[in-house]
């Protein structure tokens, strides 16, 4: 299963209860008060993880609670704190500010206002009444800013972290307010609530060129020439469901990825078929890689293709659509496909158009040295 965006309910822990208490012991039958300060609630903290690479994780645990902190106690002993919980996410995942969905129940509306639990200490939470929490604006893959989400951060730095829901702060045990006038206080002070909020999670496949083209032009197998990666491959259309992200070594320790994204098809960019799933993956391409097909082995026409895929990107994001491309002729090796690469030559004078074979290798140095230069320019 992969999953690339979603939405999710998270709860940081609330702060333990300050205690009223008075010490009471042998031969101080006076001893004031003593009570303790509850603990601080654990805060959700969202971290970048390299070995993650969708966000499968929350499709099956949407409700996500960090442990409250625990009540403070007699002779002045402060509450256990909660633990953060600690979400681990791919890199290049775009959080947002979402709004609940309609009858969604909160875990401070379950609780109360006024009920507290001096000894809470709760781990995460399952689903909510055993089901996971509707995602229809998931099912639907719009885009986030089409809806109005709020932008919070966007995790495209190695190991990065963020706190998303801060824990809240435990209250005073009553021993803080003994006084000259007052010495035995019953007064405590109920620990902070911790944030809570409804989250909208999209990750963007973070690679400096993205391979874009229609079904069947021979995405997966150049990728599979071009880097370990192994995705499925295979003479039909759509083999590719989920999109990959290969890299590409080069002399001197350097390397680029490149971005395989399932094939797309005409009116991606009002989201048919599975547009908007797969469009999203190509906005963080440093170069598009336009394939075509030019042996037509579908009866596609590779000067439409380009056109059209051309109007797709522009349709979907205008700045993405004035990023450096190219186009990879595959499918060189074949008799039909020299005839098709004069009319493209001659269609698009001033792009530059590199005919390779991702099946015999033909033509692969020259794309791999052009990569090299897109990996040289972002080092420097």
Known sequence: MFVDHIKIYAKAGDGGNGKVSFRRAKFIPKGGPDGGDGGNGGDIVLQVDHHTDNLKQFFFQQKQTAPFGVGGGANRCTGKSGKDLILKVPQGTVIYRDAPPPGAVTESDELGEDEWDDSADIGAAEEVDGEPLENDDAESGEAAEEVGRELIIDLVDPDQKFVLCKGGAGGKGNWHFKTSTNQTPIEAVPGVPGEEGWFYLELRKIADAGLVGFPNAGKSTLLCALSAARPKVAAYPFTTLKPMVGVVDFDGYRRATVADIPGLIEGAHANIGLGHEFLRHITRCRL?????????????????????????????????????WLIVANKIDLPESAEALKVLQARFPKIEIIPISADTGEGLEVLRDRLAEVSHKRFD
């Open 288 to 324: 598009l890689l336009f394939v075509v097909d030019l042996a037509a082995v579908d009866g596609r026409d590779p000067v439409s293709d380009i056109q059209m895929l051309r109007t797709e990107v522009n349709l979907y994001d205008e700045e993405l659509a004035t990023r450096p």
